[in-house]
């Protein structure tokens, strides 16, 4: 007993106590860490899981659109095109023959178009005639002809449009 009281009055002794409250505020400084730390885990694994329901939770809700049948398109055979072409220096005539297909949205266009195709044969006429045989060499030559031909068949059959001037067969002699 006499040990008992001896430690009771160390333990008031402002050395002990001293000591005391040094450790007192140790174990303040690490249980606050630890609820810190314990808060921002919770906080990023909540963060984390709100993300994953908002991105990939599967909304039942959501309906997907129908899909749209696309209409195959209609097209319109043109009338065979022979045109001598512009002269070349030598003097000699070279010709053009073209067999030309216009592409349209449906046939109802197509039937549109086909009372105005006097139009379009005369503009297509008019534009070759200009044409040289090295204006119409390559793929290039072409594609400048079948782009410039589609503008001019959309100006003749206005307000209604073509989608493509589509060649079936050119020969240049």
């Given at each position: 007993?006499?040990?008992?009281?001896?430690?009771?009055?160390?333990?008031?002794?402002?050395?002990a106590?001293?000591?005391?409250?040094?450790?007192?505020?140790?174990?303040?400084f690490?249980?606050?860490?630890?609820?810190?730390?314990?808060?921002?885990?919770?906080?990023?694994?909540?963060?984390?899981?709100?993300?994953?329901?908002?991105?990939?939770?599967?909304?039942?809700?959501?309906?997907?659109?129908?899909?749209?049948?696309?209409?195959?398109?209609?097209?319109?055979?043109?009338?065979?095109?022979?045109?001598?072409?512009?002269?070349?220096?030598?003097?000699?005539?070279?010709?053009?023959?073209?067999?030309?297909?216009?592409?349209?949205?449906?046939?109802?266009?197509?039937?549109e178009?086909?009372?105005?195709?006097?139009?379009?044969?005369?503009?297509?006429?008019?534009?070759?005639?200009?044409?040289?045989?090295?204006?119409?060499?390559?793929?290039?030559?072409?594609?400048?002809?079948?782009?410039?031909?589609?503008?001019?068949?959309?100006?003749?059959?206005?307000?209604s449009?073509?989608?493509?001037?589509?060649?079936?067969?050119?020969?240049?002699?």
């Open positions: 007993m006499a040990k008992a009281k001896k430690k009771e009055e160390e333990a008031d002794t402002p050395e106590q001293g000591e005391g409250e040094a450790a007192a505020p140790k174990k303040s690490l249980s606050k860490k630890l609820i810190i730390m314990a808060a921002a885990g919770v906080l990023v694994l909540g963060s984390a899981a709100g993300g994953w329901f908002f991105f990939f939770h599967a909304k039942p809700h959501e309906e997907k659109p129908a899909p749209v049948a696309v209409k195959p398109p209609a097209f319109l055979d043109m009338p065979e095109v022979v045109v001598n072409l512009s002269s070349t220096n030598n003097g000699r005539a070279q010709y053009l023959k073209a067999r030309i297909v216009l592409e349209v949205t449906d046939q109802k266009l197509a039937d178009i086909k009372p105005v195709l006097p139009r379009v044969m005369d503009a297509f006429q008019t534009y070759l005639r200009e044409m040289r045989a090295n204006d119409l060499e390559g793929s290039a030559g072409l594609y400048r002809v079948r782009d410039e031909l589609t503008k001019r068949v959309n100006l003749a059959v206005a307000p449009r073509i989608n493509a001037v589509l060649f079936k067969e050119i020969v240049v002699q």
